[in-house]
Each structure stands twice: as structure tokens, then as C-alpha cells.
Nanobody
Framework: QVQLVESGGGLVQVGGSLRLSCAAS????????MGWFRQAPGKERDFVAV????????YYADSVKGRFTISRDNAKNTVYLQMSNLKSEDTAVYYC????????????????????WGQGTQVTVSS
């Protein structure tokens, strides 16, 4: 059974940093597509970042570009989201997602393209 478990969320001040982790178990995702999404209260779930394939190509939402970095440690079967210069609008529940295939540049934006999801971790940025 595949499981994705996020950790690292919490309360941080504006301008601060957090690193989220997503540990996968049940299969190896070293060549899969793994993404981060977030959902703020009363809003839809939005794409944040993705890392794809064995080459590890990455893409980011414009709202986080230059502030967030997605990376993976294949030995640990874990994906990370390093978040810096956090803003109040980054407050949301952050979800890790994965799928076995290599998603296209428009597919990876859609949550429906991912097969596996974590339970989410809350990130709250206070001013």
C-alpha cells in the first residue's frame, strides 16, 4: 500500500522559512512525478511545485517562484519543499501528491492527474 506522509508544517512569521517533507512508502518514486499543492480556507486547491522523472525537472507556480524550492532524495524516497520569504498568503494546508507517470507541462498543474496523496500539513504565516 502506497503512503505519502507530509511533515514540517507549523507557525512561522512573515519572512520566515519552513521545509516540508513528504516521505513515500510502499513503492519507489525516484522516476515518478511528485508535486506539492496547497489549499487555503475557502479556496480551491492550487498547484505549488512539481519535480518530474529521474532527471528531476522542476516547475513552480508564479506565486512561489524564487521563494520555494522542490527537491527529492531518492535514497530516502522523500520529496522536500523548502519555503523561504514566506508571506501571509502562503497560509494553507499543503499536500504532497505523486503519480507513476511523467506528466506533461499542463498535466502536472492539475490535481486530478495525481494518483497518490498525503494527508496534508498546515502552514500558517503570521504577520
Amino acid at each position: 500500500q502506497v503512503q505519502l506522509v507530509e511533515s514540517g508544517g507549523g507557525l512561522v512569521q512573515v519572512g520566515g522559512s519552513l521545509r516540508l517533507s513528504c516521505a513515500a512508502s510502499g513503492r519507489t518514486f525516484s522516476s515518478a512525478t511528485m508535486g506539492w499543492f496547497r489549499q487555503a480556507p475557502g479556496k480551491e486547491r492550487d498547484f505549488v511545485a512539481v519535480i518530474k522523472g529521474s532527471g528531476g525537472s522542476t516547475y513552480y507556480a508564479d506565486s512561489v517562484k524564487g521563494r520555494f524550492t522542490i527537491s527529492r532524495d531518492n535514497a530516502k524516497n522523500t520529496v522536500y519543499l523548502q519555503m523561504s520569504n514566506l508571506k501571509s498568503e502562503d497560509t494553507a494546508v499543503y499536500y504532497c501528491a505523486a503519480v507513476d507517470s511523467f506528466l506533461s507541462s499542463w498535466q502536472h498543474l492539475s490535481g486530478s492527474a495525481y494518483r497518490y496523496w498525503g494527508q496534508g500539513t498546515q502552514v500558517t504565516v503570521s504577520s
